[in-house]
Structure formats: C-alpha cells, structure tokens
C-alpha cells in the first residue's frame, strides 16, 4: 500500500500553519481525492471549493507544490511522493478558510465591463448570420472555466496588488471575447486604457503557462487588445474612420 | 435572538444553474424584485458540465425537421409517460429560447451558411443539438449569467437553503446558512422557484457534481408538494469506468453523434443485436448504414448506438454480465476507428470532442483518436421531481414552483440527450414569468418566528453533538447511502432488494441523527454534508418507493421480476408521493391526462 503525505494549510484569515496529513494512494487518484480523503477520515472540516472533479467549473483552484493548479485534474502519478507535498491557497486573493479564499472581486470586476451589445439580427427570426471562421478566436477565449489561475499567478495582482488598476489576465480575455464578437458593437477601449490597466501587462505570458484550457491568453487576446488600445489612442485619423464605418478591424 | 439577516424579495430562486438563472432574468424583466440563491459560487452549477448540446428543432441543418417531429421523439423517448402538454409547450418554445441565447452573446458552432449547427444525438430523429464543440453547459450557463448579474437581481452565493417556510397552504419563504461563514438567512418571498437541480450523489457512481444531493426535491417534499416519476431515473451508458476516481465521469453522447462504435470484447458492434420494436423503422440494420446517417445522409437511419440512452445501459450491463465486457468492467467506446472513413480524422477528432480527447488524456493517460475508451453506465439524470402545472411550473403548493431538473413531466420515463438544456430554457422562463406575476398579485406575507426557531435548531444540532460518544462520521454514512442505492436502486431492480433498501434506508435515517460534525460553522464541510443527509435520504426513499410500486419495466426502470412493458395500467398512470399527515410517504397513483387527438395524430405520423 503506497501512501502519500501532505503538508495542508489549515487557517484563516487570523493566521494558520502547514499541518502534515498522510493518506493512502490508489490507481489513477487526482490531488482532490486525496483531499477528500483527508476530510473524510481524518479532518472532517478541511475547506475546500469543488464542484464537477472533471476540470469544467473552475472551483478546485489551488496552489500544489507553489504551483497553481486545478485539484481535480493533477494526477498523483505526476507528483513526486518521497517528500511532503504542499497545498496551499491561492495567494492573489484573501483567505477565508485552509484552501478556500475570497474571490468575489472577480465578480465585482467583470460586472463593470461593458456588456455584450449586438447589432442589428440579420433575419427576421432574430438571428444573424456568422461563420465559423468568425467565431474561432472567440470561441477560444469563450473557453474559459473562471478558476482564476492565471488572476493568480499574474504578478500584477499577486506580488504588487494592484487589484483596483488591474482587471488581470482572466477580464482581459473577456473583454477580448466581447470586443473580437463579431455581433458586440461597443466600444471597451477607453475603459481598458484609463481604468482597467491594459498597459500594465508586460507580457510576462505566465498567464498562458498555467490556463488549464490552454488559452492563448497573451498572444491571442491580450496583445491584440493592447493594440486596439494604442491604436484608439495615438491615431486620431483611425479613429474617425472607425466612427464612421464599422469601429472594429 | 436576531441573529441572522433577513431579506425581502417578490421572487426567490433557490439555484443559479440554467434553469434559476433562467427564472431570474424572467422575473427581473418582469418588474418582480429578484433574489437568486446558490450553494456554489455563480457560474459552477452543475449545468456547466453539459457537455453534447441543447435540443429545439431550429431546422438549421436538415429542414424536414420540426417542433412536431420534436415533439413526437420526446413522447417517444419517454415511453409515453410524459406530460404532453409539457412535451408540445417544450417543442414549440426551444428555438426561440435557443435564438435568444445567441441575442445575449452566446456563440454556438456554425453551419456553412453560417446559422447555428446541430448535432446527431440519440432519439431525435434529425440533427437537433445547439452546441459548441463538447462544453454546450459552460457557453449555456455563461451567458445566462453575464447577462442575469446587469438584470439587477440579488445573488446570494454560497449559501444553502435548508428548510422552506409556509403559511397555510402557501410558501412565504426559506432559510438558509452562508458556507463561508454559517451565518443564517431569512428570506421572505412572495413565490419561490425551486431549480436545484438533480440526485445523482444519491449514488456511488455518477456524471454529477457535489450539488446533486437533491435538496430541491426534498424541501418540496416537506413542504408538502407532490414528487413524481421518481422511480425514473437516468443511467448515461458512458461514464468512464477506469480509473476507479474518475469512475462515473461522463462521456459525452456526442461522441457516438459523430460515428463512435461501441464494441465489445470480441469486436463486436452488439447495440445492432437487440433494437426494440419502438425503433425498428428508425434504426439502421447495419453499421455501414448507421456511418452514412452520421456523415449526413438524408436516405440513411440512425446508428444504433444511437438508440434511447435506457436501452444502450441496459446493452451494455448484458454484455458485461455475459462476459463479453472490457478488462474494467465495461465496454469498449471507439471512435479512432472512422480514420478508415476519413482523412485527418484524428484533427477532426480534436475539433469535435475536445474536452473527451482532455478528458482521457490528462485523467486515464488515453489517446482517444488511437485508442477504443472503456465506458459503462454512470448515474446521471433523474426524470422525477416536483409535480408542476404544464403551463405555469407552479407545484402543488401555492407560490412555490419548479423547473429545470428539479421539475418533472416532460421526460416521462426516459430523458432524450439535449432534451434537458432546452427545458432549463424554456421552463426556466415560465418558471420566472408566472412566478412574478403571482408574488405581484399576492405579496409577500409573515413567516412564523417558531418556524425560524426551529430551522436554526435543526440547522444547529450536528454541531452540537460533536462530543456526544455515539456520534457518526457524516461522510461514512454519505457513503453508505450511496453503496446502498446504486446496489439495490441502481440500473436492474427487483422486490425483495427494492424492500431491503427501504428498510436499510429507514436505518440510515434513523443513524443520521445521531450524526456530528467537529469544528465550527465557519466554511466546515462535514456540516454541510450533514445537513445535505436529510436530503439526500428523502430522495432514496422515494426512488426506492417508486420503484417498488411500478410493478413492470419502462424506460429508464427495469424490474427483473417485471421484465415486460404492460400495456393496461402501468401504461396510463404516474406514480406521486407525498408526506402524509402522519408524516409518512404516501402513494399516490394518478392517470397520466389524454393526449389530445390533433397531437395523437401527429405521433402516428412521426411513426
Ligand atoms: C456531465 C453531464 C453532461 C450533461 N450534458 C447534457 C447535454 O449535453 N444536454 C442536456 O440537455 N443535458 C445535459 N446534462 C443534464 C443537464 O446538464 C442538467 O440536467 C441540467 O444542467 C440541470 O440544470 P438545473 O438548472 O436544473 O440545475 P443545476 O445546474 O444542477 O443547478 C442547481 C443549482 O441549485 C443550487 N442548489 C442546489 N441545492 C441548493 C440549496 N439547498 N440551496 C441553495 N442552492 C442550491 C446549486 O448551487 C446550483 O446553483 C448533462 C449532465 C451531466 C452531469
Ligand atoms: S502576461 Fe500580462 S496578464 Fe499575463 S501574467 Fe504576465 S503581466 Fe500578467
Ligand atoms: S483564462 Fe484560463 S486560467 Fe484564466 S480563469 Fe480562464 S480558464 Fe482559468
Ligand atoms: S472541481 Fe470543477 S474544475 Fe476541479
């Protein structure tokens, strides 16, 4: 019988420590089994946020060996058990409880971008008309689960705390999924550049190295973000054409 | 003793998965003052885990298709158990709910023509599935809430509610506690809507998340409104079977949709063995027929893997226990095998089934566009729940109504793949419609302090029996439960096991009170799974209870004591149950209401 041991946070806000737990191992086992089995024989309290175990509702959030993760989707078999492994907390947000935190800025953040707008449907019924290659870059940012490992793991959040300057990587990929919709017609720009810090991201892409559904999150959406935004800002002539024509390129 | 919070609302919704969120956006707009409360944060109810599509008939991709023919698959694949009205109401309104998603940002895959794509699933008679690639729930569940939180609605995350409040024959309102903290909740209401999904945790073995517990079912239940249909519960043939942790864990239907073959250990494609009398017309007689379906031949019948997910569980346990199953306990699930169809089919693969070929890979260490998966049947979908009026959701209590899967009727005694999206949809927003307009009608009345009184203490009790030397481990007595049911309440039922889990569960029952939890109420799971117990326990009951009654085989319910479809009373009766006066479960069969002959007609013509 293999076993596995855990050096697990245990505490809250008020403070807390590592505390050792040991638990069997079996075939195929995920880290948030072993919480689970932790919790059931041995600390019936220990918080932990999950939901599906299938790495779809973005709740398992945590941070395994100081490595942000999903709980349900790191596999035992990837882990090295000759030496205690680590659980903690994500660190980019208050602590509530053990592996819980407090992430409702999150919320908070995504509730002051500007909402989808469509334009007008192309047919009676109410729909419109768009092709496949129109949505590909969409849909790829629409991929997201909300497990805030990359808001995590930025270090624009986590070491400087800048969450009032800063929406993070995961609102920048929403803000990309609504300004790349080719339905949405509002204009996010100014709101990106004056109040939601675009300009900060120094492509650092340790974002895109931790998103479990492999977004593209720097290349892909927030790099063409920053240019939108410069271009909006510095190019008066390119301005009134896009207020004339379309606003989108 | 003020220690709680109280709230005020004209509408409460007691879960943010499609259907709540649905309810609340319809009540919002409809002027109503909404409050939206969920165990688990907004965005991670279980709906995000659907995975193959929502059904409507939008005729996108073959225009023979529409609400009628929907309408007839559903009757069909609910083995006439339905309520028809439900099934017509369901029909008719799903295009335009799914439309609606896409006016509120949703972005679905594209047809050529650049209209939404539908998919193959099984029962429809053409591609009805809305989908994107295999993660429909997350795009769903996403958009309802990006655009419900600018509707102006409260929501309450991470808060339980735990007992509802009544005045007379009337709901006034419920009480629950936040996870975070324990802190308890009063909400006063002029209607509630209960959309709290499924039971699935009721069993070892399921696709569902933690939320499962059925919470909604049991609250109706004690507060006195009528549960039907809960022998009916869905098995999905595929869940993974290897590893044992991710036993259960859904494989999407989708992907027998796009040509997946299921075998058995000689090879053999056996769901082409056995097609029942019902789908003879519909199914195709070989495998080279059924691939032609998929690849969109409009002269070819479905595939055979596509028949009603009932009869492929019930194929596949038949396979398994005559010793044709794979090395873990199951069959063998292959779709690598369509690169003798098509070039770049392990790219297609990818495109269509990303979260499967994920899913294997990071969790079984499989290759699914070499390699056959191993799948078995996996607790999924409970057809039964609250008894609702087909038109407005309410239940047989004033002021309180259901939707989404807590609700019941639709699905008779067998769910069609898709069928449960599009019913969060559109039930969702009647729920939402009607319940605003009887909290504007009626308003919001007192709730007894007594009653308050009394939640509190139940909600108290496992705390403090933390001490006590006879106390029980709640998540030891969660998983005996769960043993129990999938054992004895699982897939083949027979009655001297259906009685035995009656007695055992009574026995659980009577344990669970003497279950404690350490710690405080500060985020402390082991009370919550306590308090979940009660729930949990009522619902095997009345599963057990059901099943025991239907004394013949339909659907999703098979009795090997009872192995034929009667044609006489099983056929035309629903079975209810009810807390009687005396506290005890109550029967109650009621004939299922005669469909109208304009809708006969329309079955007859589908045949
Ligand atoms: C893996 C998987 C794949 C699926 N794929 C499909 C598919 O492709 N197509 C399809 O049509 N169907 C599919 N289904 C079925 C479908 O997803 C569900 O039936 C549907 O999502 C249920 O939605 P709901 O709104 O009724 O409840 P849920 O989404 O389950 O939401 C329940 C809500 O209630 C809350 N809640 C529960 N109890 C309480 C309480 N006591 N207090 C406060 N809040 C509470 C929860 O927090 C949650 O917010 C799938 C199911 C699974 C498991
Ligand atoms: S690329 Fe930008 S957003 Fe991403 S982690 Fe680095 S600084 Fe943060
Ligand atoms: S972008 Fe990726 S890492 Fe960030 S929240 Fe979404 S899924 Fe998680
Ligand atoms: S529990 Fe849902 S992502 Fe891990």
Same mark, same amino acid.
């Given at each position: 019988?293999?076993?596995?041991?855990?050096?697990i946070w245990r505490g809250d806000?008020a403070?807390g420590?590592?505390t050792?737990y040991?638990t069997?191992?079996?075939?195929?086992?995920?880290?948030l089994d072993a919480m689970h089995q932790v919790q059931a024989e041995q600390a019936q309290d220990l918080a932990i946020r999950w939901n599906?175990?299938?790495?779809?509702?973005?709740s398992?959030?945590?941070?395994?060996?100081?490595?942000?993760?999903?709980?349900?989707?790191?596999?035992?078999?990837?882990?090295?058990?000759?030496?205690?492994?680590?659980?903690?907390?994500?660190?980019?947000?208050?602590?509530i409880k053990d592996l819980v935190?407090?992430?409702?800025?999150?919320?908070?953040?995504?509730?002051?971008?500007?909402?989808?707008?469509?334009?007008?449907?192309?047919?009676?019924?109410?729909?419109?008309?768009?092709?496949?290659?129109?949505?590909?870059?969409?849909?790829?940012?629409?991929?997201? #689960?909300?497990?805030?490992?990359?808001?995590?793991?930025?270090?624009?959040?986590?070491?400087?705390?800048?969450?009032?300057?800063?929406?993070?990587?995961?609102?920048?990929?929403?803000?990309?999924?609504?300004?790349?919709?080719?339905?949405?017609?509002?204009?996010?720009?100014?709101?990106?550049?004056?109040?939601?810090?675009?300009?900060?991201?120094?492509?650092?892409?340790?974002?895109?190295?931790?998103?479990?559904?492999?977004?593209? #999150?720097?290349?892909?959406?927030? #790099?063409?973000?920053?240019?939108?935004?410069?271009?909006?800002?510095?190019?008066?002539?390119?301005?009134?054409?896009?207020?004339?024509?379309?606003?989108?390129? | 003793?003020?220690n709680y919070?109280?709230?005020?609302?004209?509408?409460? !919704?007691?879960?943010?998965?499609?259907?709540?969120?649905?309810?609340?956006?319809?009540?919002?707009?409809?002027?109503?003052? +909404?409050?939206? +409360?969920?165990k688990s944060?907004?965005?991670?109810?279980?709906?995000?885990?659907?995975?193959?599509?929502?059904?409507?008939? $939008?005729?996108?991709?073959?225009?023979?298709?529409?609400?009628? %023919?929907?309408?007839?698959?559903?009757?069909?694949?609910?083995?006439?158990?339905?309520?028809?009205?439900?099934?017509?109401?369901?029909?008719?309104?799903?295009?335009?709910?799914?439309?609606?998603?896409?006016?509120?940002?949703?972005?679905?895959?594209?047809?050529?023509?650049?209209?939404?794509?539908?998919?193959?699933?099984?029962?429809?008679?053409?591609?009805?599935?809305?989908?994107?690639?295999?993660?429909?729930?997350?795009?769903?569940? &996403?958009?309802?809430?990006?655009?419900?939180?600018?509707?102006?609605?409260?929501?309450?995350?991470e808060c339980t509610i735990t007992r509802?409040?009544?005045?007379?024959?009337? +709901?006034?309102?419920?009480f629950g506690y936040d996870r975070e903290s324990g802190h308890f909740r009063?909400?006063?209401?002029?209607?509630?809507?209960?959309?709290?999904?499924?039971? *699935?945790r009721a069993?070892? +073995?399921?696709?569902?998340s933690w939320e499962g517990t059925g919470d909604?079912?049991s609250l109706?239940?004690?507060?006195?409104?009528?549960?039907?249909?809960?022998?009916? =519960?869905?098995?999905?043939?595929?869940?993974?079977?290897?590893?044992?942790?991710?036993?259960? $864990?859904?494989?999407?239907?989708?992907?027998?949709?796009?040509?997946?073959?299921?075998?058995?250990?000689?090879?053999?494609?056996?769901?082409?063995?056995?097609?029942?009398?019902?789908?003879?017309?519909?199914?195709?007689?070989?495998?080279?027929?059924?691939?032609?379906?998929?690849?969109?031949?409009?002269?070819?019948?479905?595939?055979?893997?596509?028949?009603?997910?009932?009869?492929?569980?019930?194929?596949?346990?038949?396979? %398994?226990?005559?010793?044709?199953?794979?090395?873990?306990?199951?069959?063998?699930?292959?779709?690598?095998? !369509?690169?003798?169809?098509?070039?770049?089919?392990?790219?297609? =693969?990818?495109?269509?089934?990303?979260?499967?070929?994920?899913?294997?890979?990071?969790?079984?260490?499989?290759? !699914?566009?070499?390699?056959?998966?191993?799948?078995?049947?996996?607790?999924?979908? %409970?057809?039964? *729940? !609250?008894?609702?009026?087909?038109?407005?959701?309410?239940?047989?209590?004033?002021?309180?109504?259901?939707?989404?899967?807590?609700?019941?009727?639709?699905?008779?005694?067998?769910?069609?793949?898709?069928?449960?999206?599009?019913?969060?949809?559109?039930?969702?927003?009647?729920?939402?419609?009607?319940?605003?307009?009887?909290?504007?009608?009626?308003?919001?009345?007192?709730?007894?302090?007594?009653?308050?009184h009394r939640a509190e203490q139940e909600a108290l009790d496992p705390l403090k029996r933390q001490n006590q030397s006879t106390s029980l481990n709640p998540y030891q007595l969660q998983f005996e439960l769960q043993d129990l049911?999938?054992?004895?309440? *699982?897939?083949? &039922?027979?009655?001297?096991?259906?009685?035995?889990?009656?007695?055992?569960i009574?026995g659980l029952a009577e344990k669970a009170k003497s279950v404690a939890v350490t710690g405080n109420r500060k985020f402390n799971p082991g009370w919550h799974t306590a308090l979940d117990l009660k729930h949990l326990l009522t619902v095997a009951?009345?599963?057990?209870?059901?099943?025991?009654?239907?004394?013949?085989?339909?659907?999703?319910?098979?009795?090997?004591?009872?192995?034929?479809?009667?044609?006489?009373?099983?056929?035309?009766?629903?079975? *209810?149950?009810?807390?009687?006066?005396?506290?005890?479960?109550?029967?109650?069969?009621?004939? =299922?209401?005669?469909?109208?002959?304009?809708?006969?007609? =329309?079955?007859?013509?589908?045949?």
């Amino acid at each position: 019988m293999t076993t596995a041991t855990f050096n697990i946070w245990r505490g809250d806000a008020a403070g807390g420590e590592f505390t050792e737990y040991t638990t069997e191992l079996s075939e195929g086992m995920v880290v948030l089994d072993a919480m689970h089995q932790v919790q059931a024989e041995q600390a019936q309290d220990l918080a932990i946020r999950w939901n599906c175990k299938a790495g779809k509702c973005g709740s398992c959030s945590a941070e395994v060996n100081g490595m942000p993760k999903l709980m349900c989707m790191t596999r035992m078999s990837d882990l090295p058990t000759d030496e205690p492994i680590t659980i903690q907390p994500l660190k980019a947000f208050p602590l509530i409880k053990d592996l819980v935190t407090d992430v409702s800025w999150n919320y908070k953040v995504k509730k002051k971008i500007a909402p989808f707008k469509p334009r007008q449907p192309d047919f009676e019924d109410g729909s419109w008309e768009m092709h496949q290659s129109d949505v590909d870059r969409v849909q790829e940012f629409r991929k997201c #689960i909300e497990c805030y490992l990359c808001q995590d793991v930025c270090h624009v959040l986590r070491d400087h705390h800048m969450h009032e300057e800063f929406i993070g990587p995961r609102f920048l990929v929403y803000s990309a999924a609504l300004e790349m919709h080719p339905l949405d017609t509002e204009d996010r720009r100014e709101d990106l550049r004056e109040t939601q810090g675009v300009g900060l991201c120094n492509i650092t892409k340790c974002c895109t190295k931790v998103c479990p559904e492999g977004i593209t #999150i720097t290349d892909n959406a927030i #790099i063409p973000l920053k240019e939108r935004v410069v271009d909006d800002a510095y190019d008066p002539l390119t301005k009134l054409v896009q207020l004339v024509t379309k606003k989108k390129g | 003793m003020d220690n709680y919070s109280k709230h005020e609302h004209d509408v409460l !919704i007691i879960g943010a998965g499609g259907a709540g969120l649905r309810a609340a956006i319809e009540a919002s707009a409809a002027g109503a003052s +909404v409050g939206l +409360v969920s165990k688990s944060l907004l965005g991670k109810a279980h709906t995000v885990m659907a995975e193959g599509g929502m059904a409507a008939a $939008l005729s996108n991709v073959d225009e023979r298709d529409s609400w009628k %023919v929907h309408f007839a698959d559903t009757m069909r694949g609910g083995q006439y158990l339905n309520n028809w009205r439900m099934a017509e109401i369901h029909a008719q309104e799903a295009p335009e709910r799914v439309r609606e998603l896409e006016a509120w940002g949703a972005v679905f895959d594209r047809t050529k023509e650049g209209k939404i794509l539908q998919r193959n699933f099984g029962g429809h008679a053409y591609p009805r599935l809305a989908h994107v690639g295999d993660r429909t729930g997350l795009e769903m569940l &996403r958009t309802l809430q990006d655009h419900g939180v600018h509707q102006g609605l409260d929501d309450y995350q991470e808060c339980t509610i735990t007992r509802l409040f009544k005045d007379g024959d009337r +709901v006034t309102g419920a009480f629950g506690y936040d996870r975070e903290s324990g802190h308890f909740r009063i909400f006063q209401a002029g209607a509630v809507i209960i959309a709290t999904g499924g039971i *699935g945790r009721a069993f070892k +073995v399921t696709s569902n998340s933690w939320e499962g517990t059925g919470d909604g079912h049991s609250l109706g239940y004690e507060a006195g409104a009528e549960l039907i249909d809960m022998e009916f =519960i869905q098995f999905h043939p595929t869940g993974m079977v290897w590893p044992p942790s991710v036993r259960g $864990l859904l494989v999407t239907e989708g992907v027998r949709g796009e040509g997946g073959a299921l075998k058995n250990s000689e090879g053999q494609r056996f769901m082409y063995d056995d097609i029942p009398p019902l789908y003879e017309n519909q199914t195709a007689d070989t495998p080279e027929e059924g691939w032609r379906y998929v690849t969109g031949d409009r002269e070819a019948r479905r595939p055979a893997e596509l028949l009603t997910r009932d009869h492929v569980a019930r194929s596949i346990v038949r396979e %398994v226990k005559e010793g044709r199953g794979s090395p873990h306990g199951g069959v063998f699930l292959d779709i690598a095998w !369509i690169k003798e169809k098509i070039p770049n089919a392990e790219e297609h =693969i990818k495109r269509k089934l990303p979260a499967m070929y994920h899913q294997f890979m990071e969790l079984a260490g499989i290759d !699914i566009t070499k390699e056959p998966m191993e799948v078995g049947p996996t607790t999924h979908y %409970v057809m039964g *729940g !609250i008894r609702v009026d087909p038109e407005s959701q309410m239940s047989t209590v004033q002021g309180l109504f259901a939707a989404g899967e807590a609700g019941a009727g639709l699905h008779g005694a067998n769910r069609l793949g898709g069928n449960s999206l599009s019913d969060l949809l559109v039930f969702g927003k009647r729920a939402g419609e009607y319940a605003a307009s009887f909290a504007n009608e009626k308003g919001i009345s007192d709730i007894d302090p007594e009653e308050i009184h009394r939640a509190e203490q139940e909600a108290l009790d496992p705390l403090k029996r933390q001490n006590q030397s006879t106390s029980l481990n709640p998540y030891q007595l969660q998983f005996e439960l769960q043993d129990l049911l999938q054992e004895k309440v *699982g897939i083949i &039922r027979k009655e001297d096991t259906l009685e035995e889990a009656t007695k055992e569960i009574e026995g659980l029952a009577e344990k669970a009170k003497s279950v404690a939890v350490t710690g405080n109420r500060k985020f402390n799971p082991g009370w919550h799974t306590a308090l979940d117990l009660k729930h949990l326990l009522t619902v095997a009951k009345a599963c057990a209870c059901s099943a025991l009654t239907r004394e013949e085989s339909r659907g999703a319910h098979s009795r090997i004591d009872f192995p034929d479809k009667e044609t006489g009373y099983w056929a035309k009766h629903t079975i *209810g149950l009810r807390k009687g006066k005396d506290g005890d479960m109550e029967v109650v069969k009621t004939p =299922i209401p005669e469909i109208p002959e304009k809708l006969q007609k =329309i079955i007859g013509e589908q045949g």
